[in-house]
């Protein structure tokens, strides 16, 4: 079974959100090139969300980045208006997904390569990877 | 058989009266439960912000107040209290969101954590101080 990141990943190309996993997306790396990509990464947060004994909750940051700040902000909303947009409930091959979203893209940061980096954060209940 | 129940009016209101007084008593200790919890929460937040100049870890604060509908108490760092980091010049509120959200940092979402291991038990805490309130 995929990692969640990785069902994720695919989940996003399916949805027309990128293109392919190294080329526009990554998952769990952050490349250095090229300037313009979405990255999707795990943080570790704390829950009481005790779910059952298969499933737990899970911490997600996508983040969408270029030196133009135009592409990555609208590139973040994008994924974020789709995922405000769909049931908060996704079913893939062998993982379901419940997500919630925690709040709307925001500026991050400018990286070291003077890259505008976007992102928001959710939350989701799933099972096990 | 049968019992009847009767509230006469004086009863009404003795009721009514003890209602008033019980309604005020619940509004100000859920302040006060309310503000224990962002207490619990500052006290975690302040054993992990990430500290630098120090100015980040000053801009703390804990506001509350009570309208109609709600009692509230925000927590967070800068807005009104934002403090210029000596090092840089900064505001805090212009580098806060990156240190939180940066997960390439260290100390990424500490106050995230913060808020989620003082939530933990925050429904016991309100509970608590309203029944020792209400003499329960």
């Known amino acids: 079974m995929a990692t969640l990141l990785e069902d994720l990943t695919k989940y996003f190309i399916n949805c027309n959100l990128a293109t392919e996993v190294g080329k526009d997306i ?8 090229p300037a313009q990509a979405i990255i999707i990464q795990e943080y570790d947060s704390k829950s009481n969300s005790v779910v059952c004994n298969d499933a737990s909750v899970r911490y997600v940051q996508i983040t969408a980045r270029d030196v133009s700040s135009t592409w990555a902000s609208s590139k973040a909303w994008q994924v974020y208006k ?30 070291s390569k003077q890259r505008i ?11 096990f990877d | 058989m049968s019992i009847k129940i009767t509230m006469d009016k004086m009863s ?19 302040q006060e439960g309310i503000e224990t919890i962002g207490s619990g929460i500052i006290n975690i937040a302040d054993a992990t912000c990430p500290e630098n100049s120090g100015a980040l870890k000053a801009s703390i ?30 505001s805090t509120d212009e580098y806060s969101i990156e240190v939180h959200e940066d997960l390439s ?13 003082a939530s933990e038990d925050a429904d016991n805490v309100l509970v608590e101080i309203i029944r020792a309130a209400l003499g329960g």
């Open chain 2, 12 to 30: 009404e209101k003795q009721m009514l009266n003890n209602l008033t007084v019980m309604r005020s008593t619940v509004i100000n200790s859920a």
């Open chain 1, 117 to 127: 980096v976007y992102g928001f954060n959710l939350f989701m209940t799933t099972n």
């Open chain 2, 105 to 117: 940092g260290n100390s990424a979402k500490w106050f995230e954590k913060a808020f989620n291991t």
């Open chain 1, 26 to 33: 990554w998952y769990d790396y952050d490349p250095d090139e």
């Open chain 2, 61 to 90: 604060y804990k506001e509350s107040e009570v309208d109609s509908n709600n009692v509230n108490c925000n927590v967070g760092y800068g807005g009104h209290y934002a403090k210029i980091n000596p090092k840089t010049q900064e």
């Open chain 1, 82 to 111: 789709y995922l405000m947009s769909i049931d908060n409930v996704i079913h893939l091959d062998n993982r379901w997904l419940m997500f919630s979203i925690k709040n709307s893209p925001i500026k991050i940061k400018t990286d």
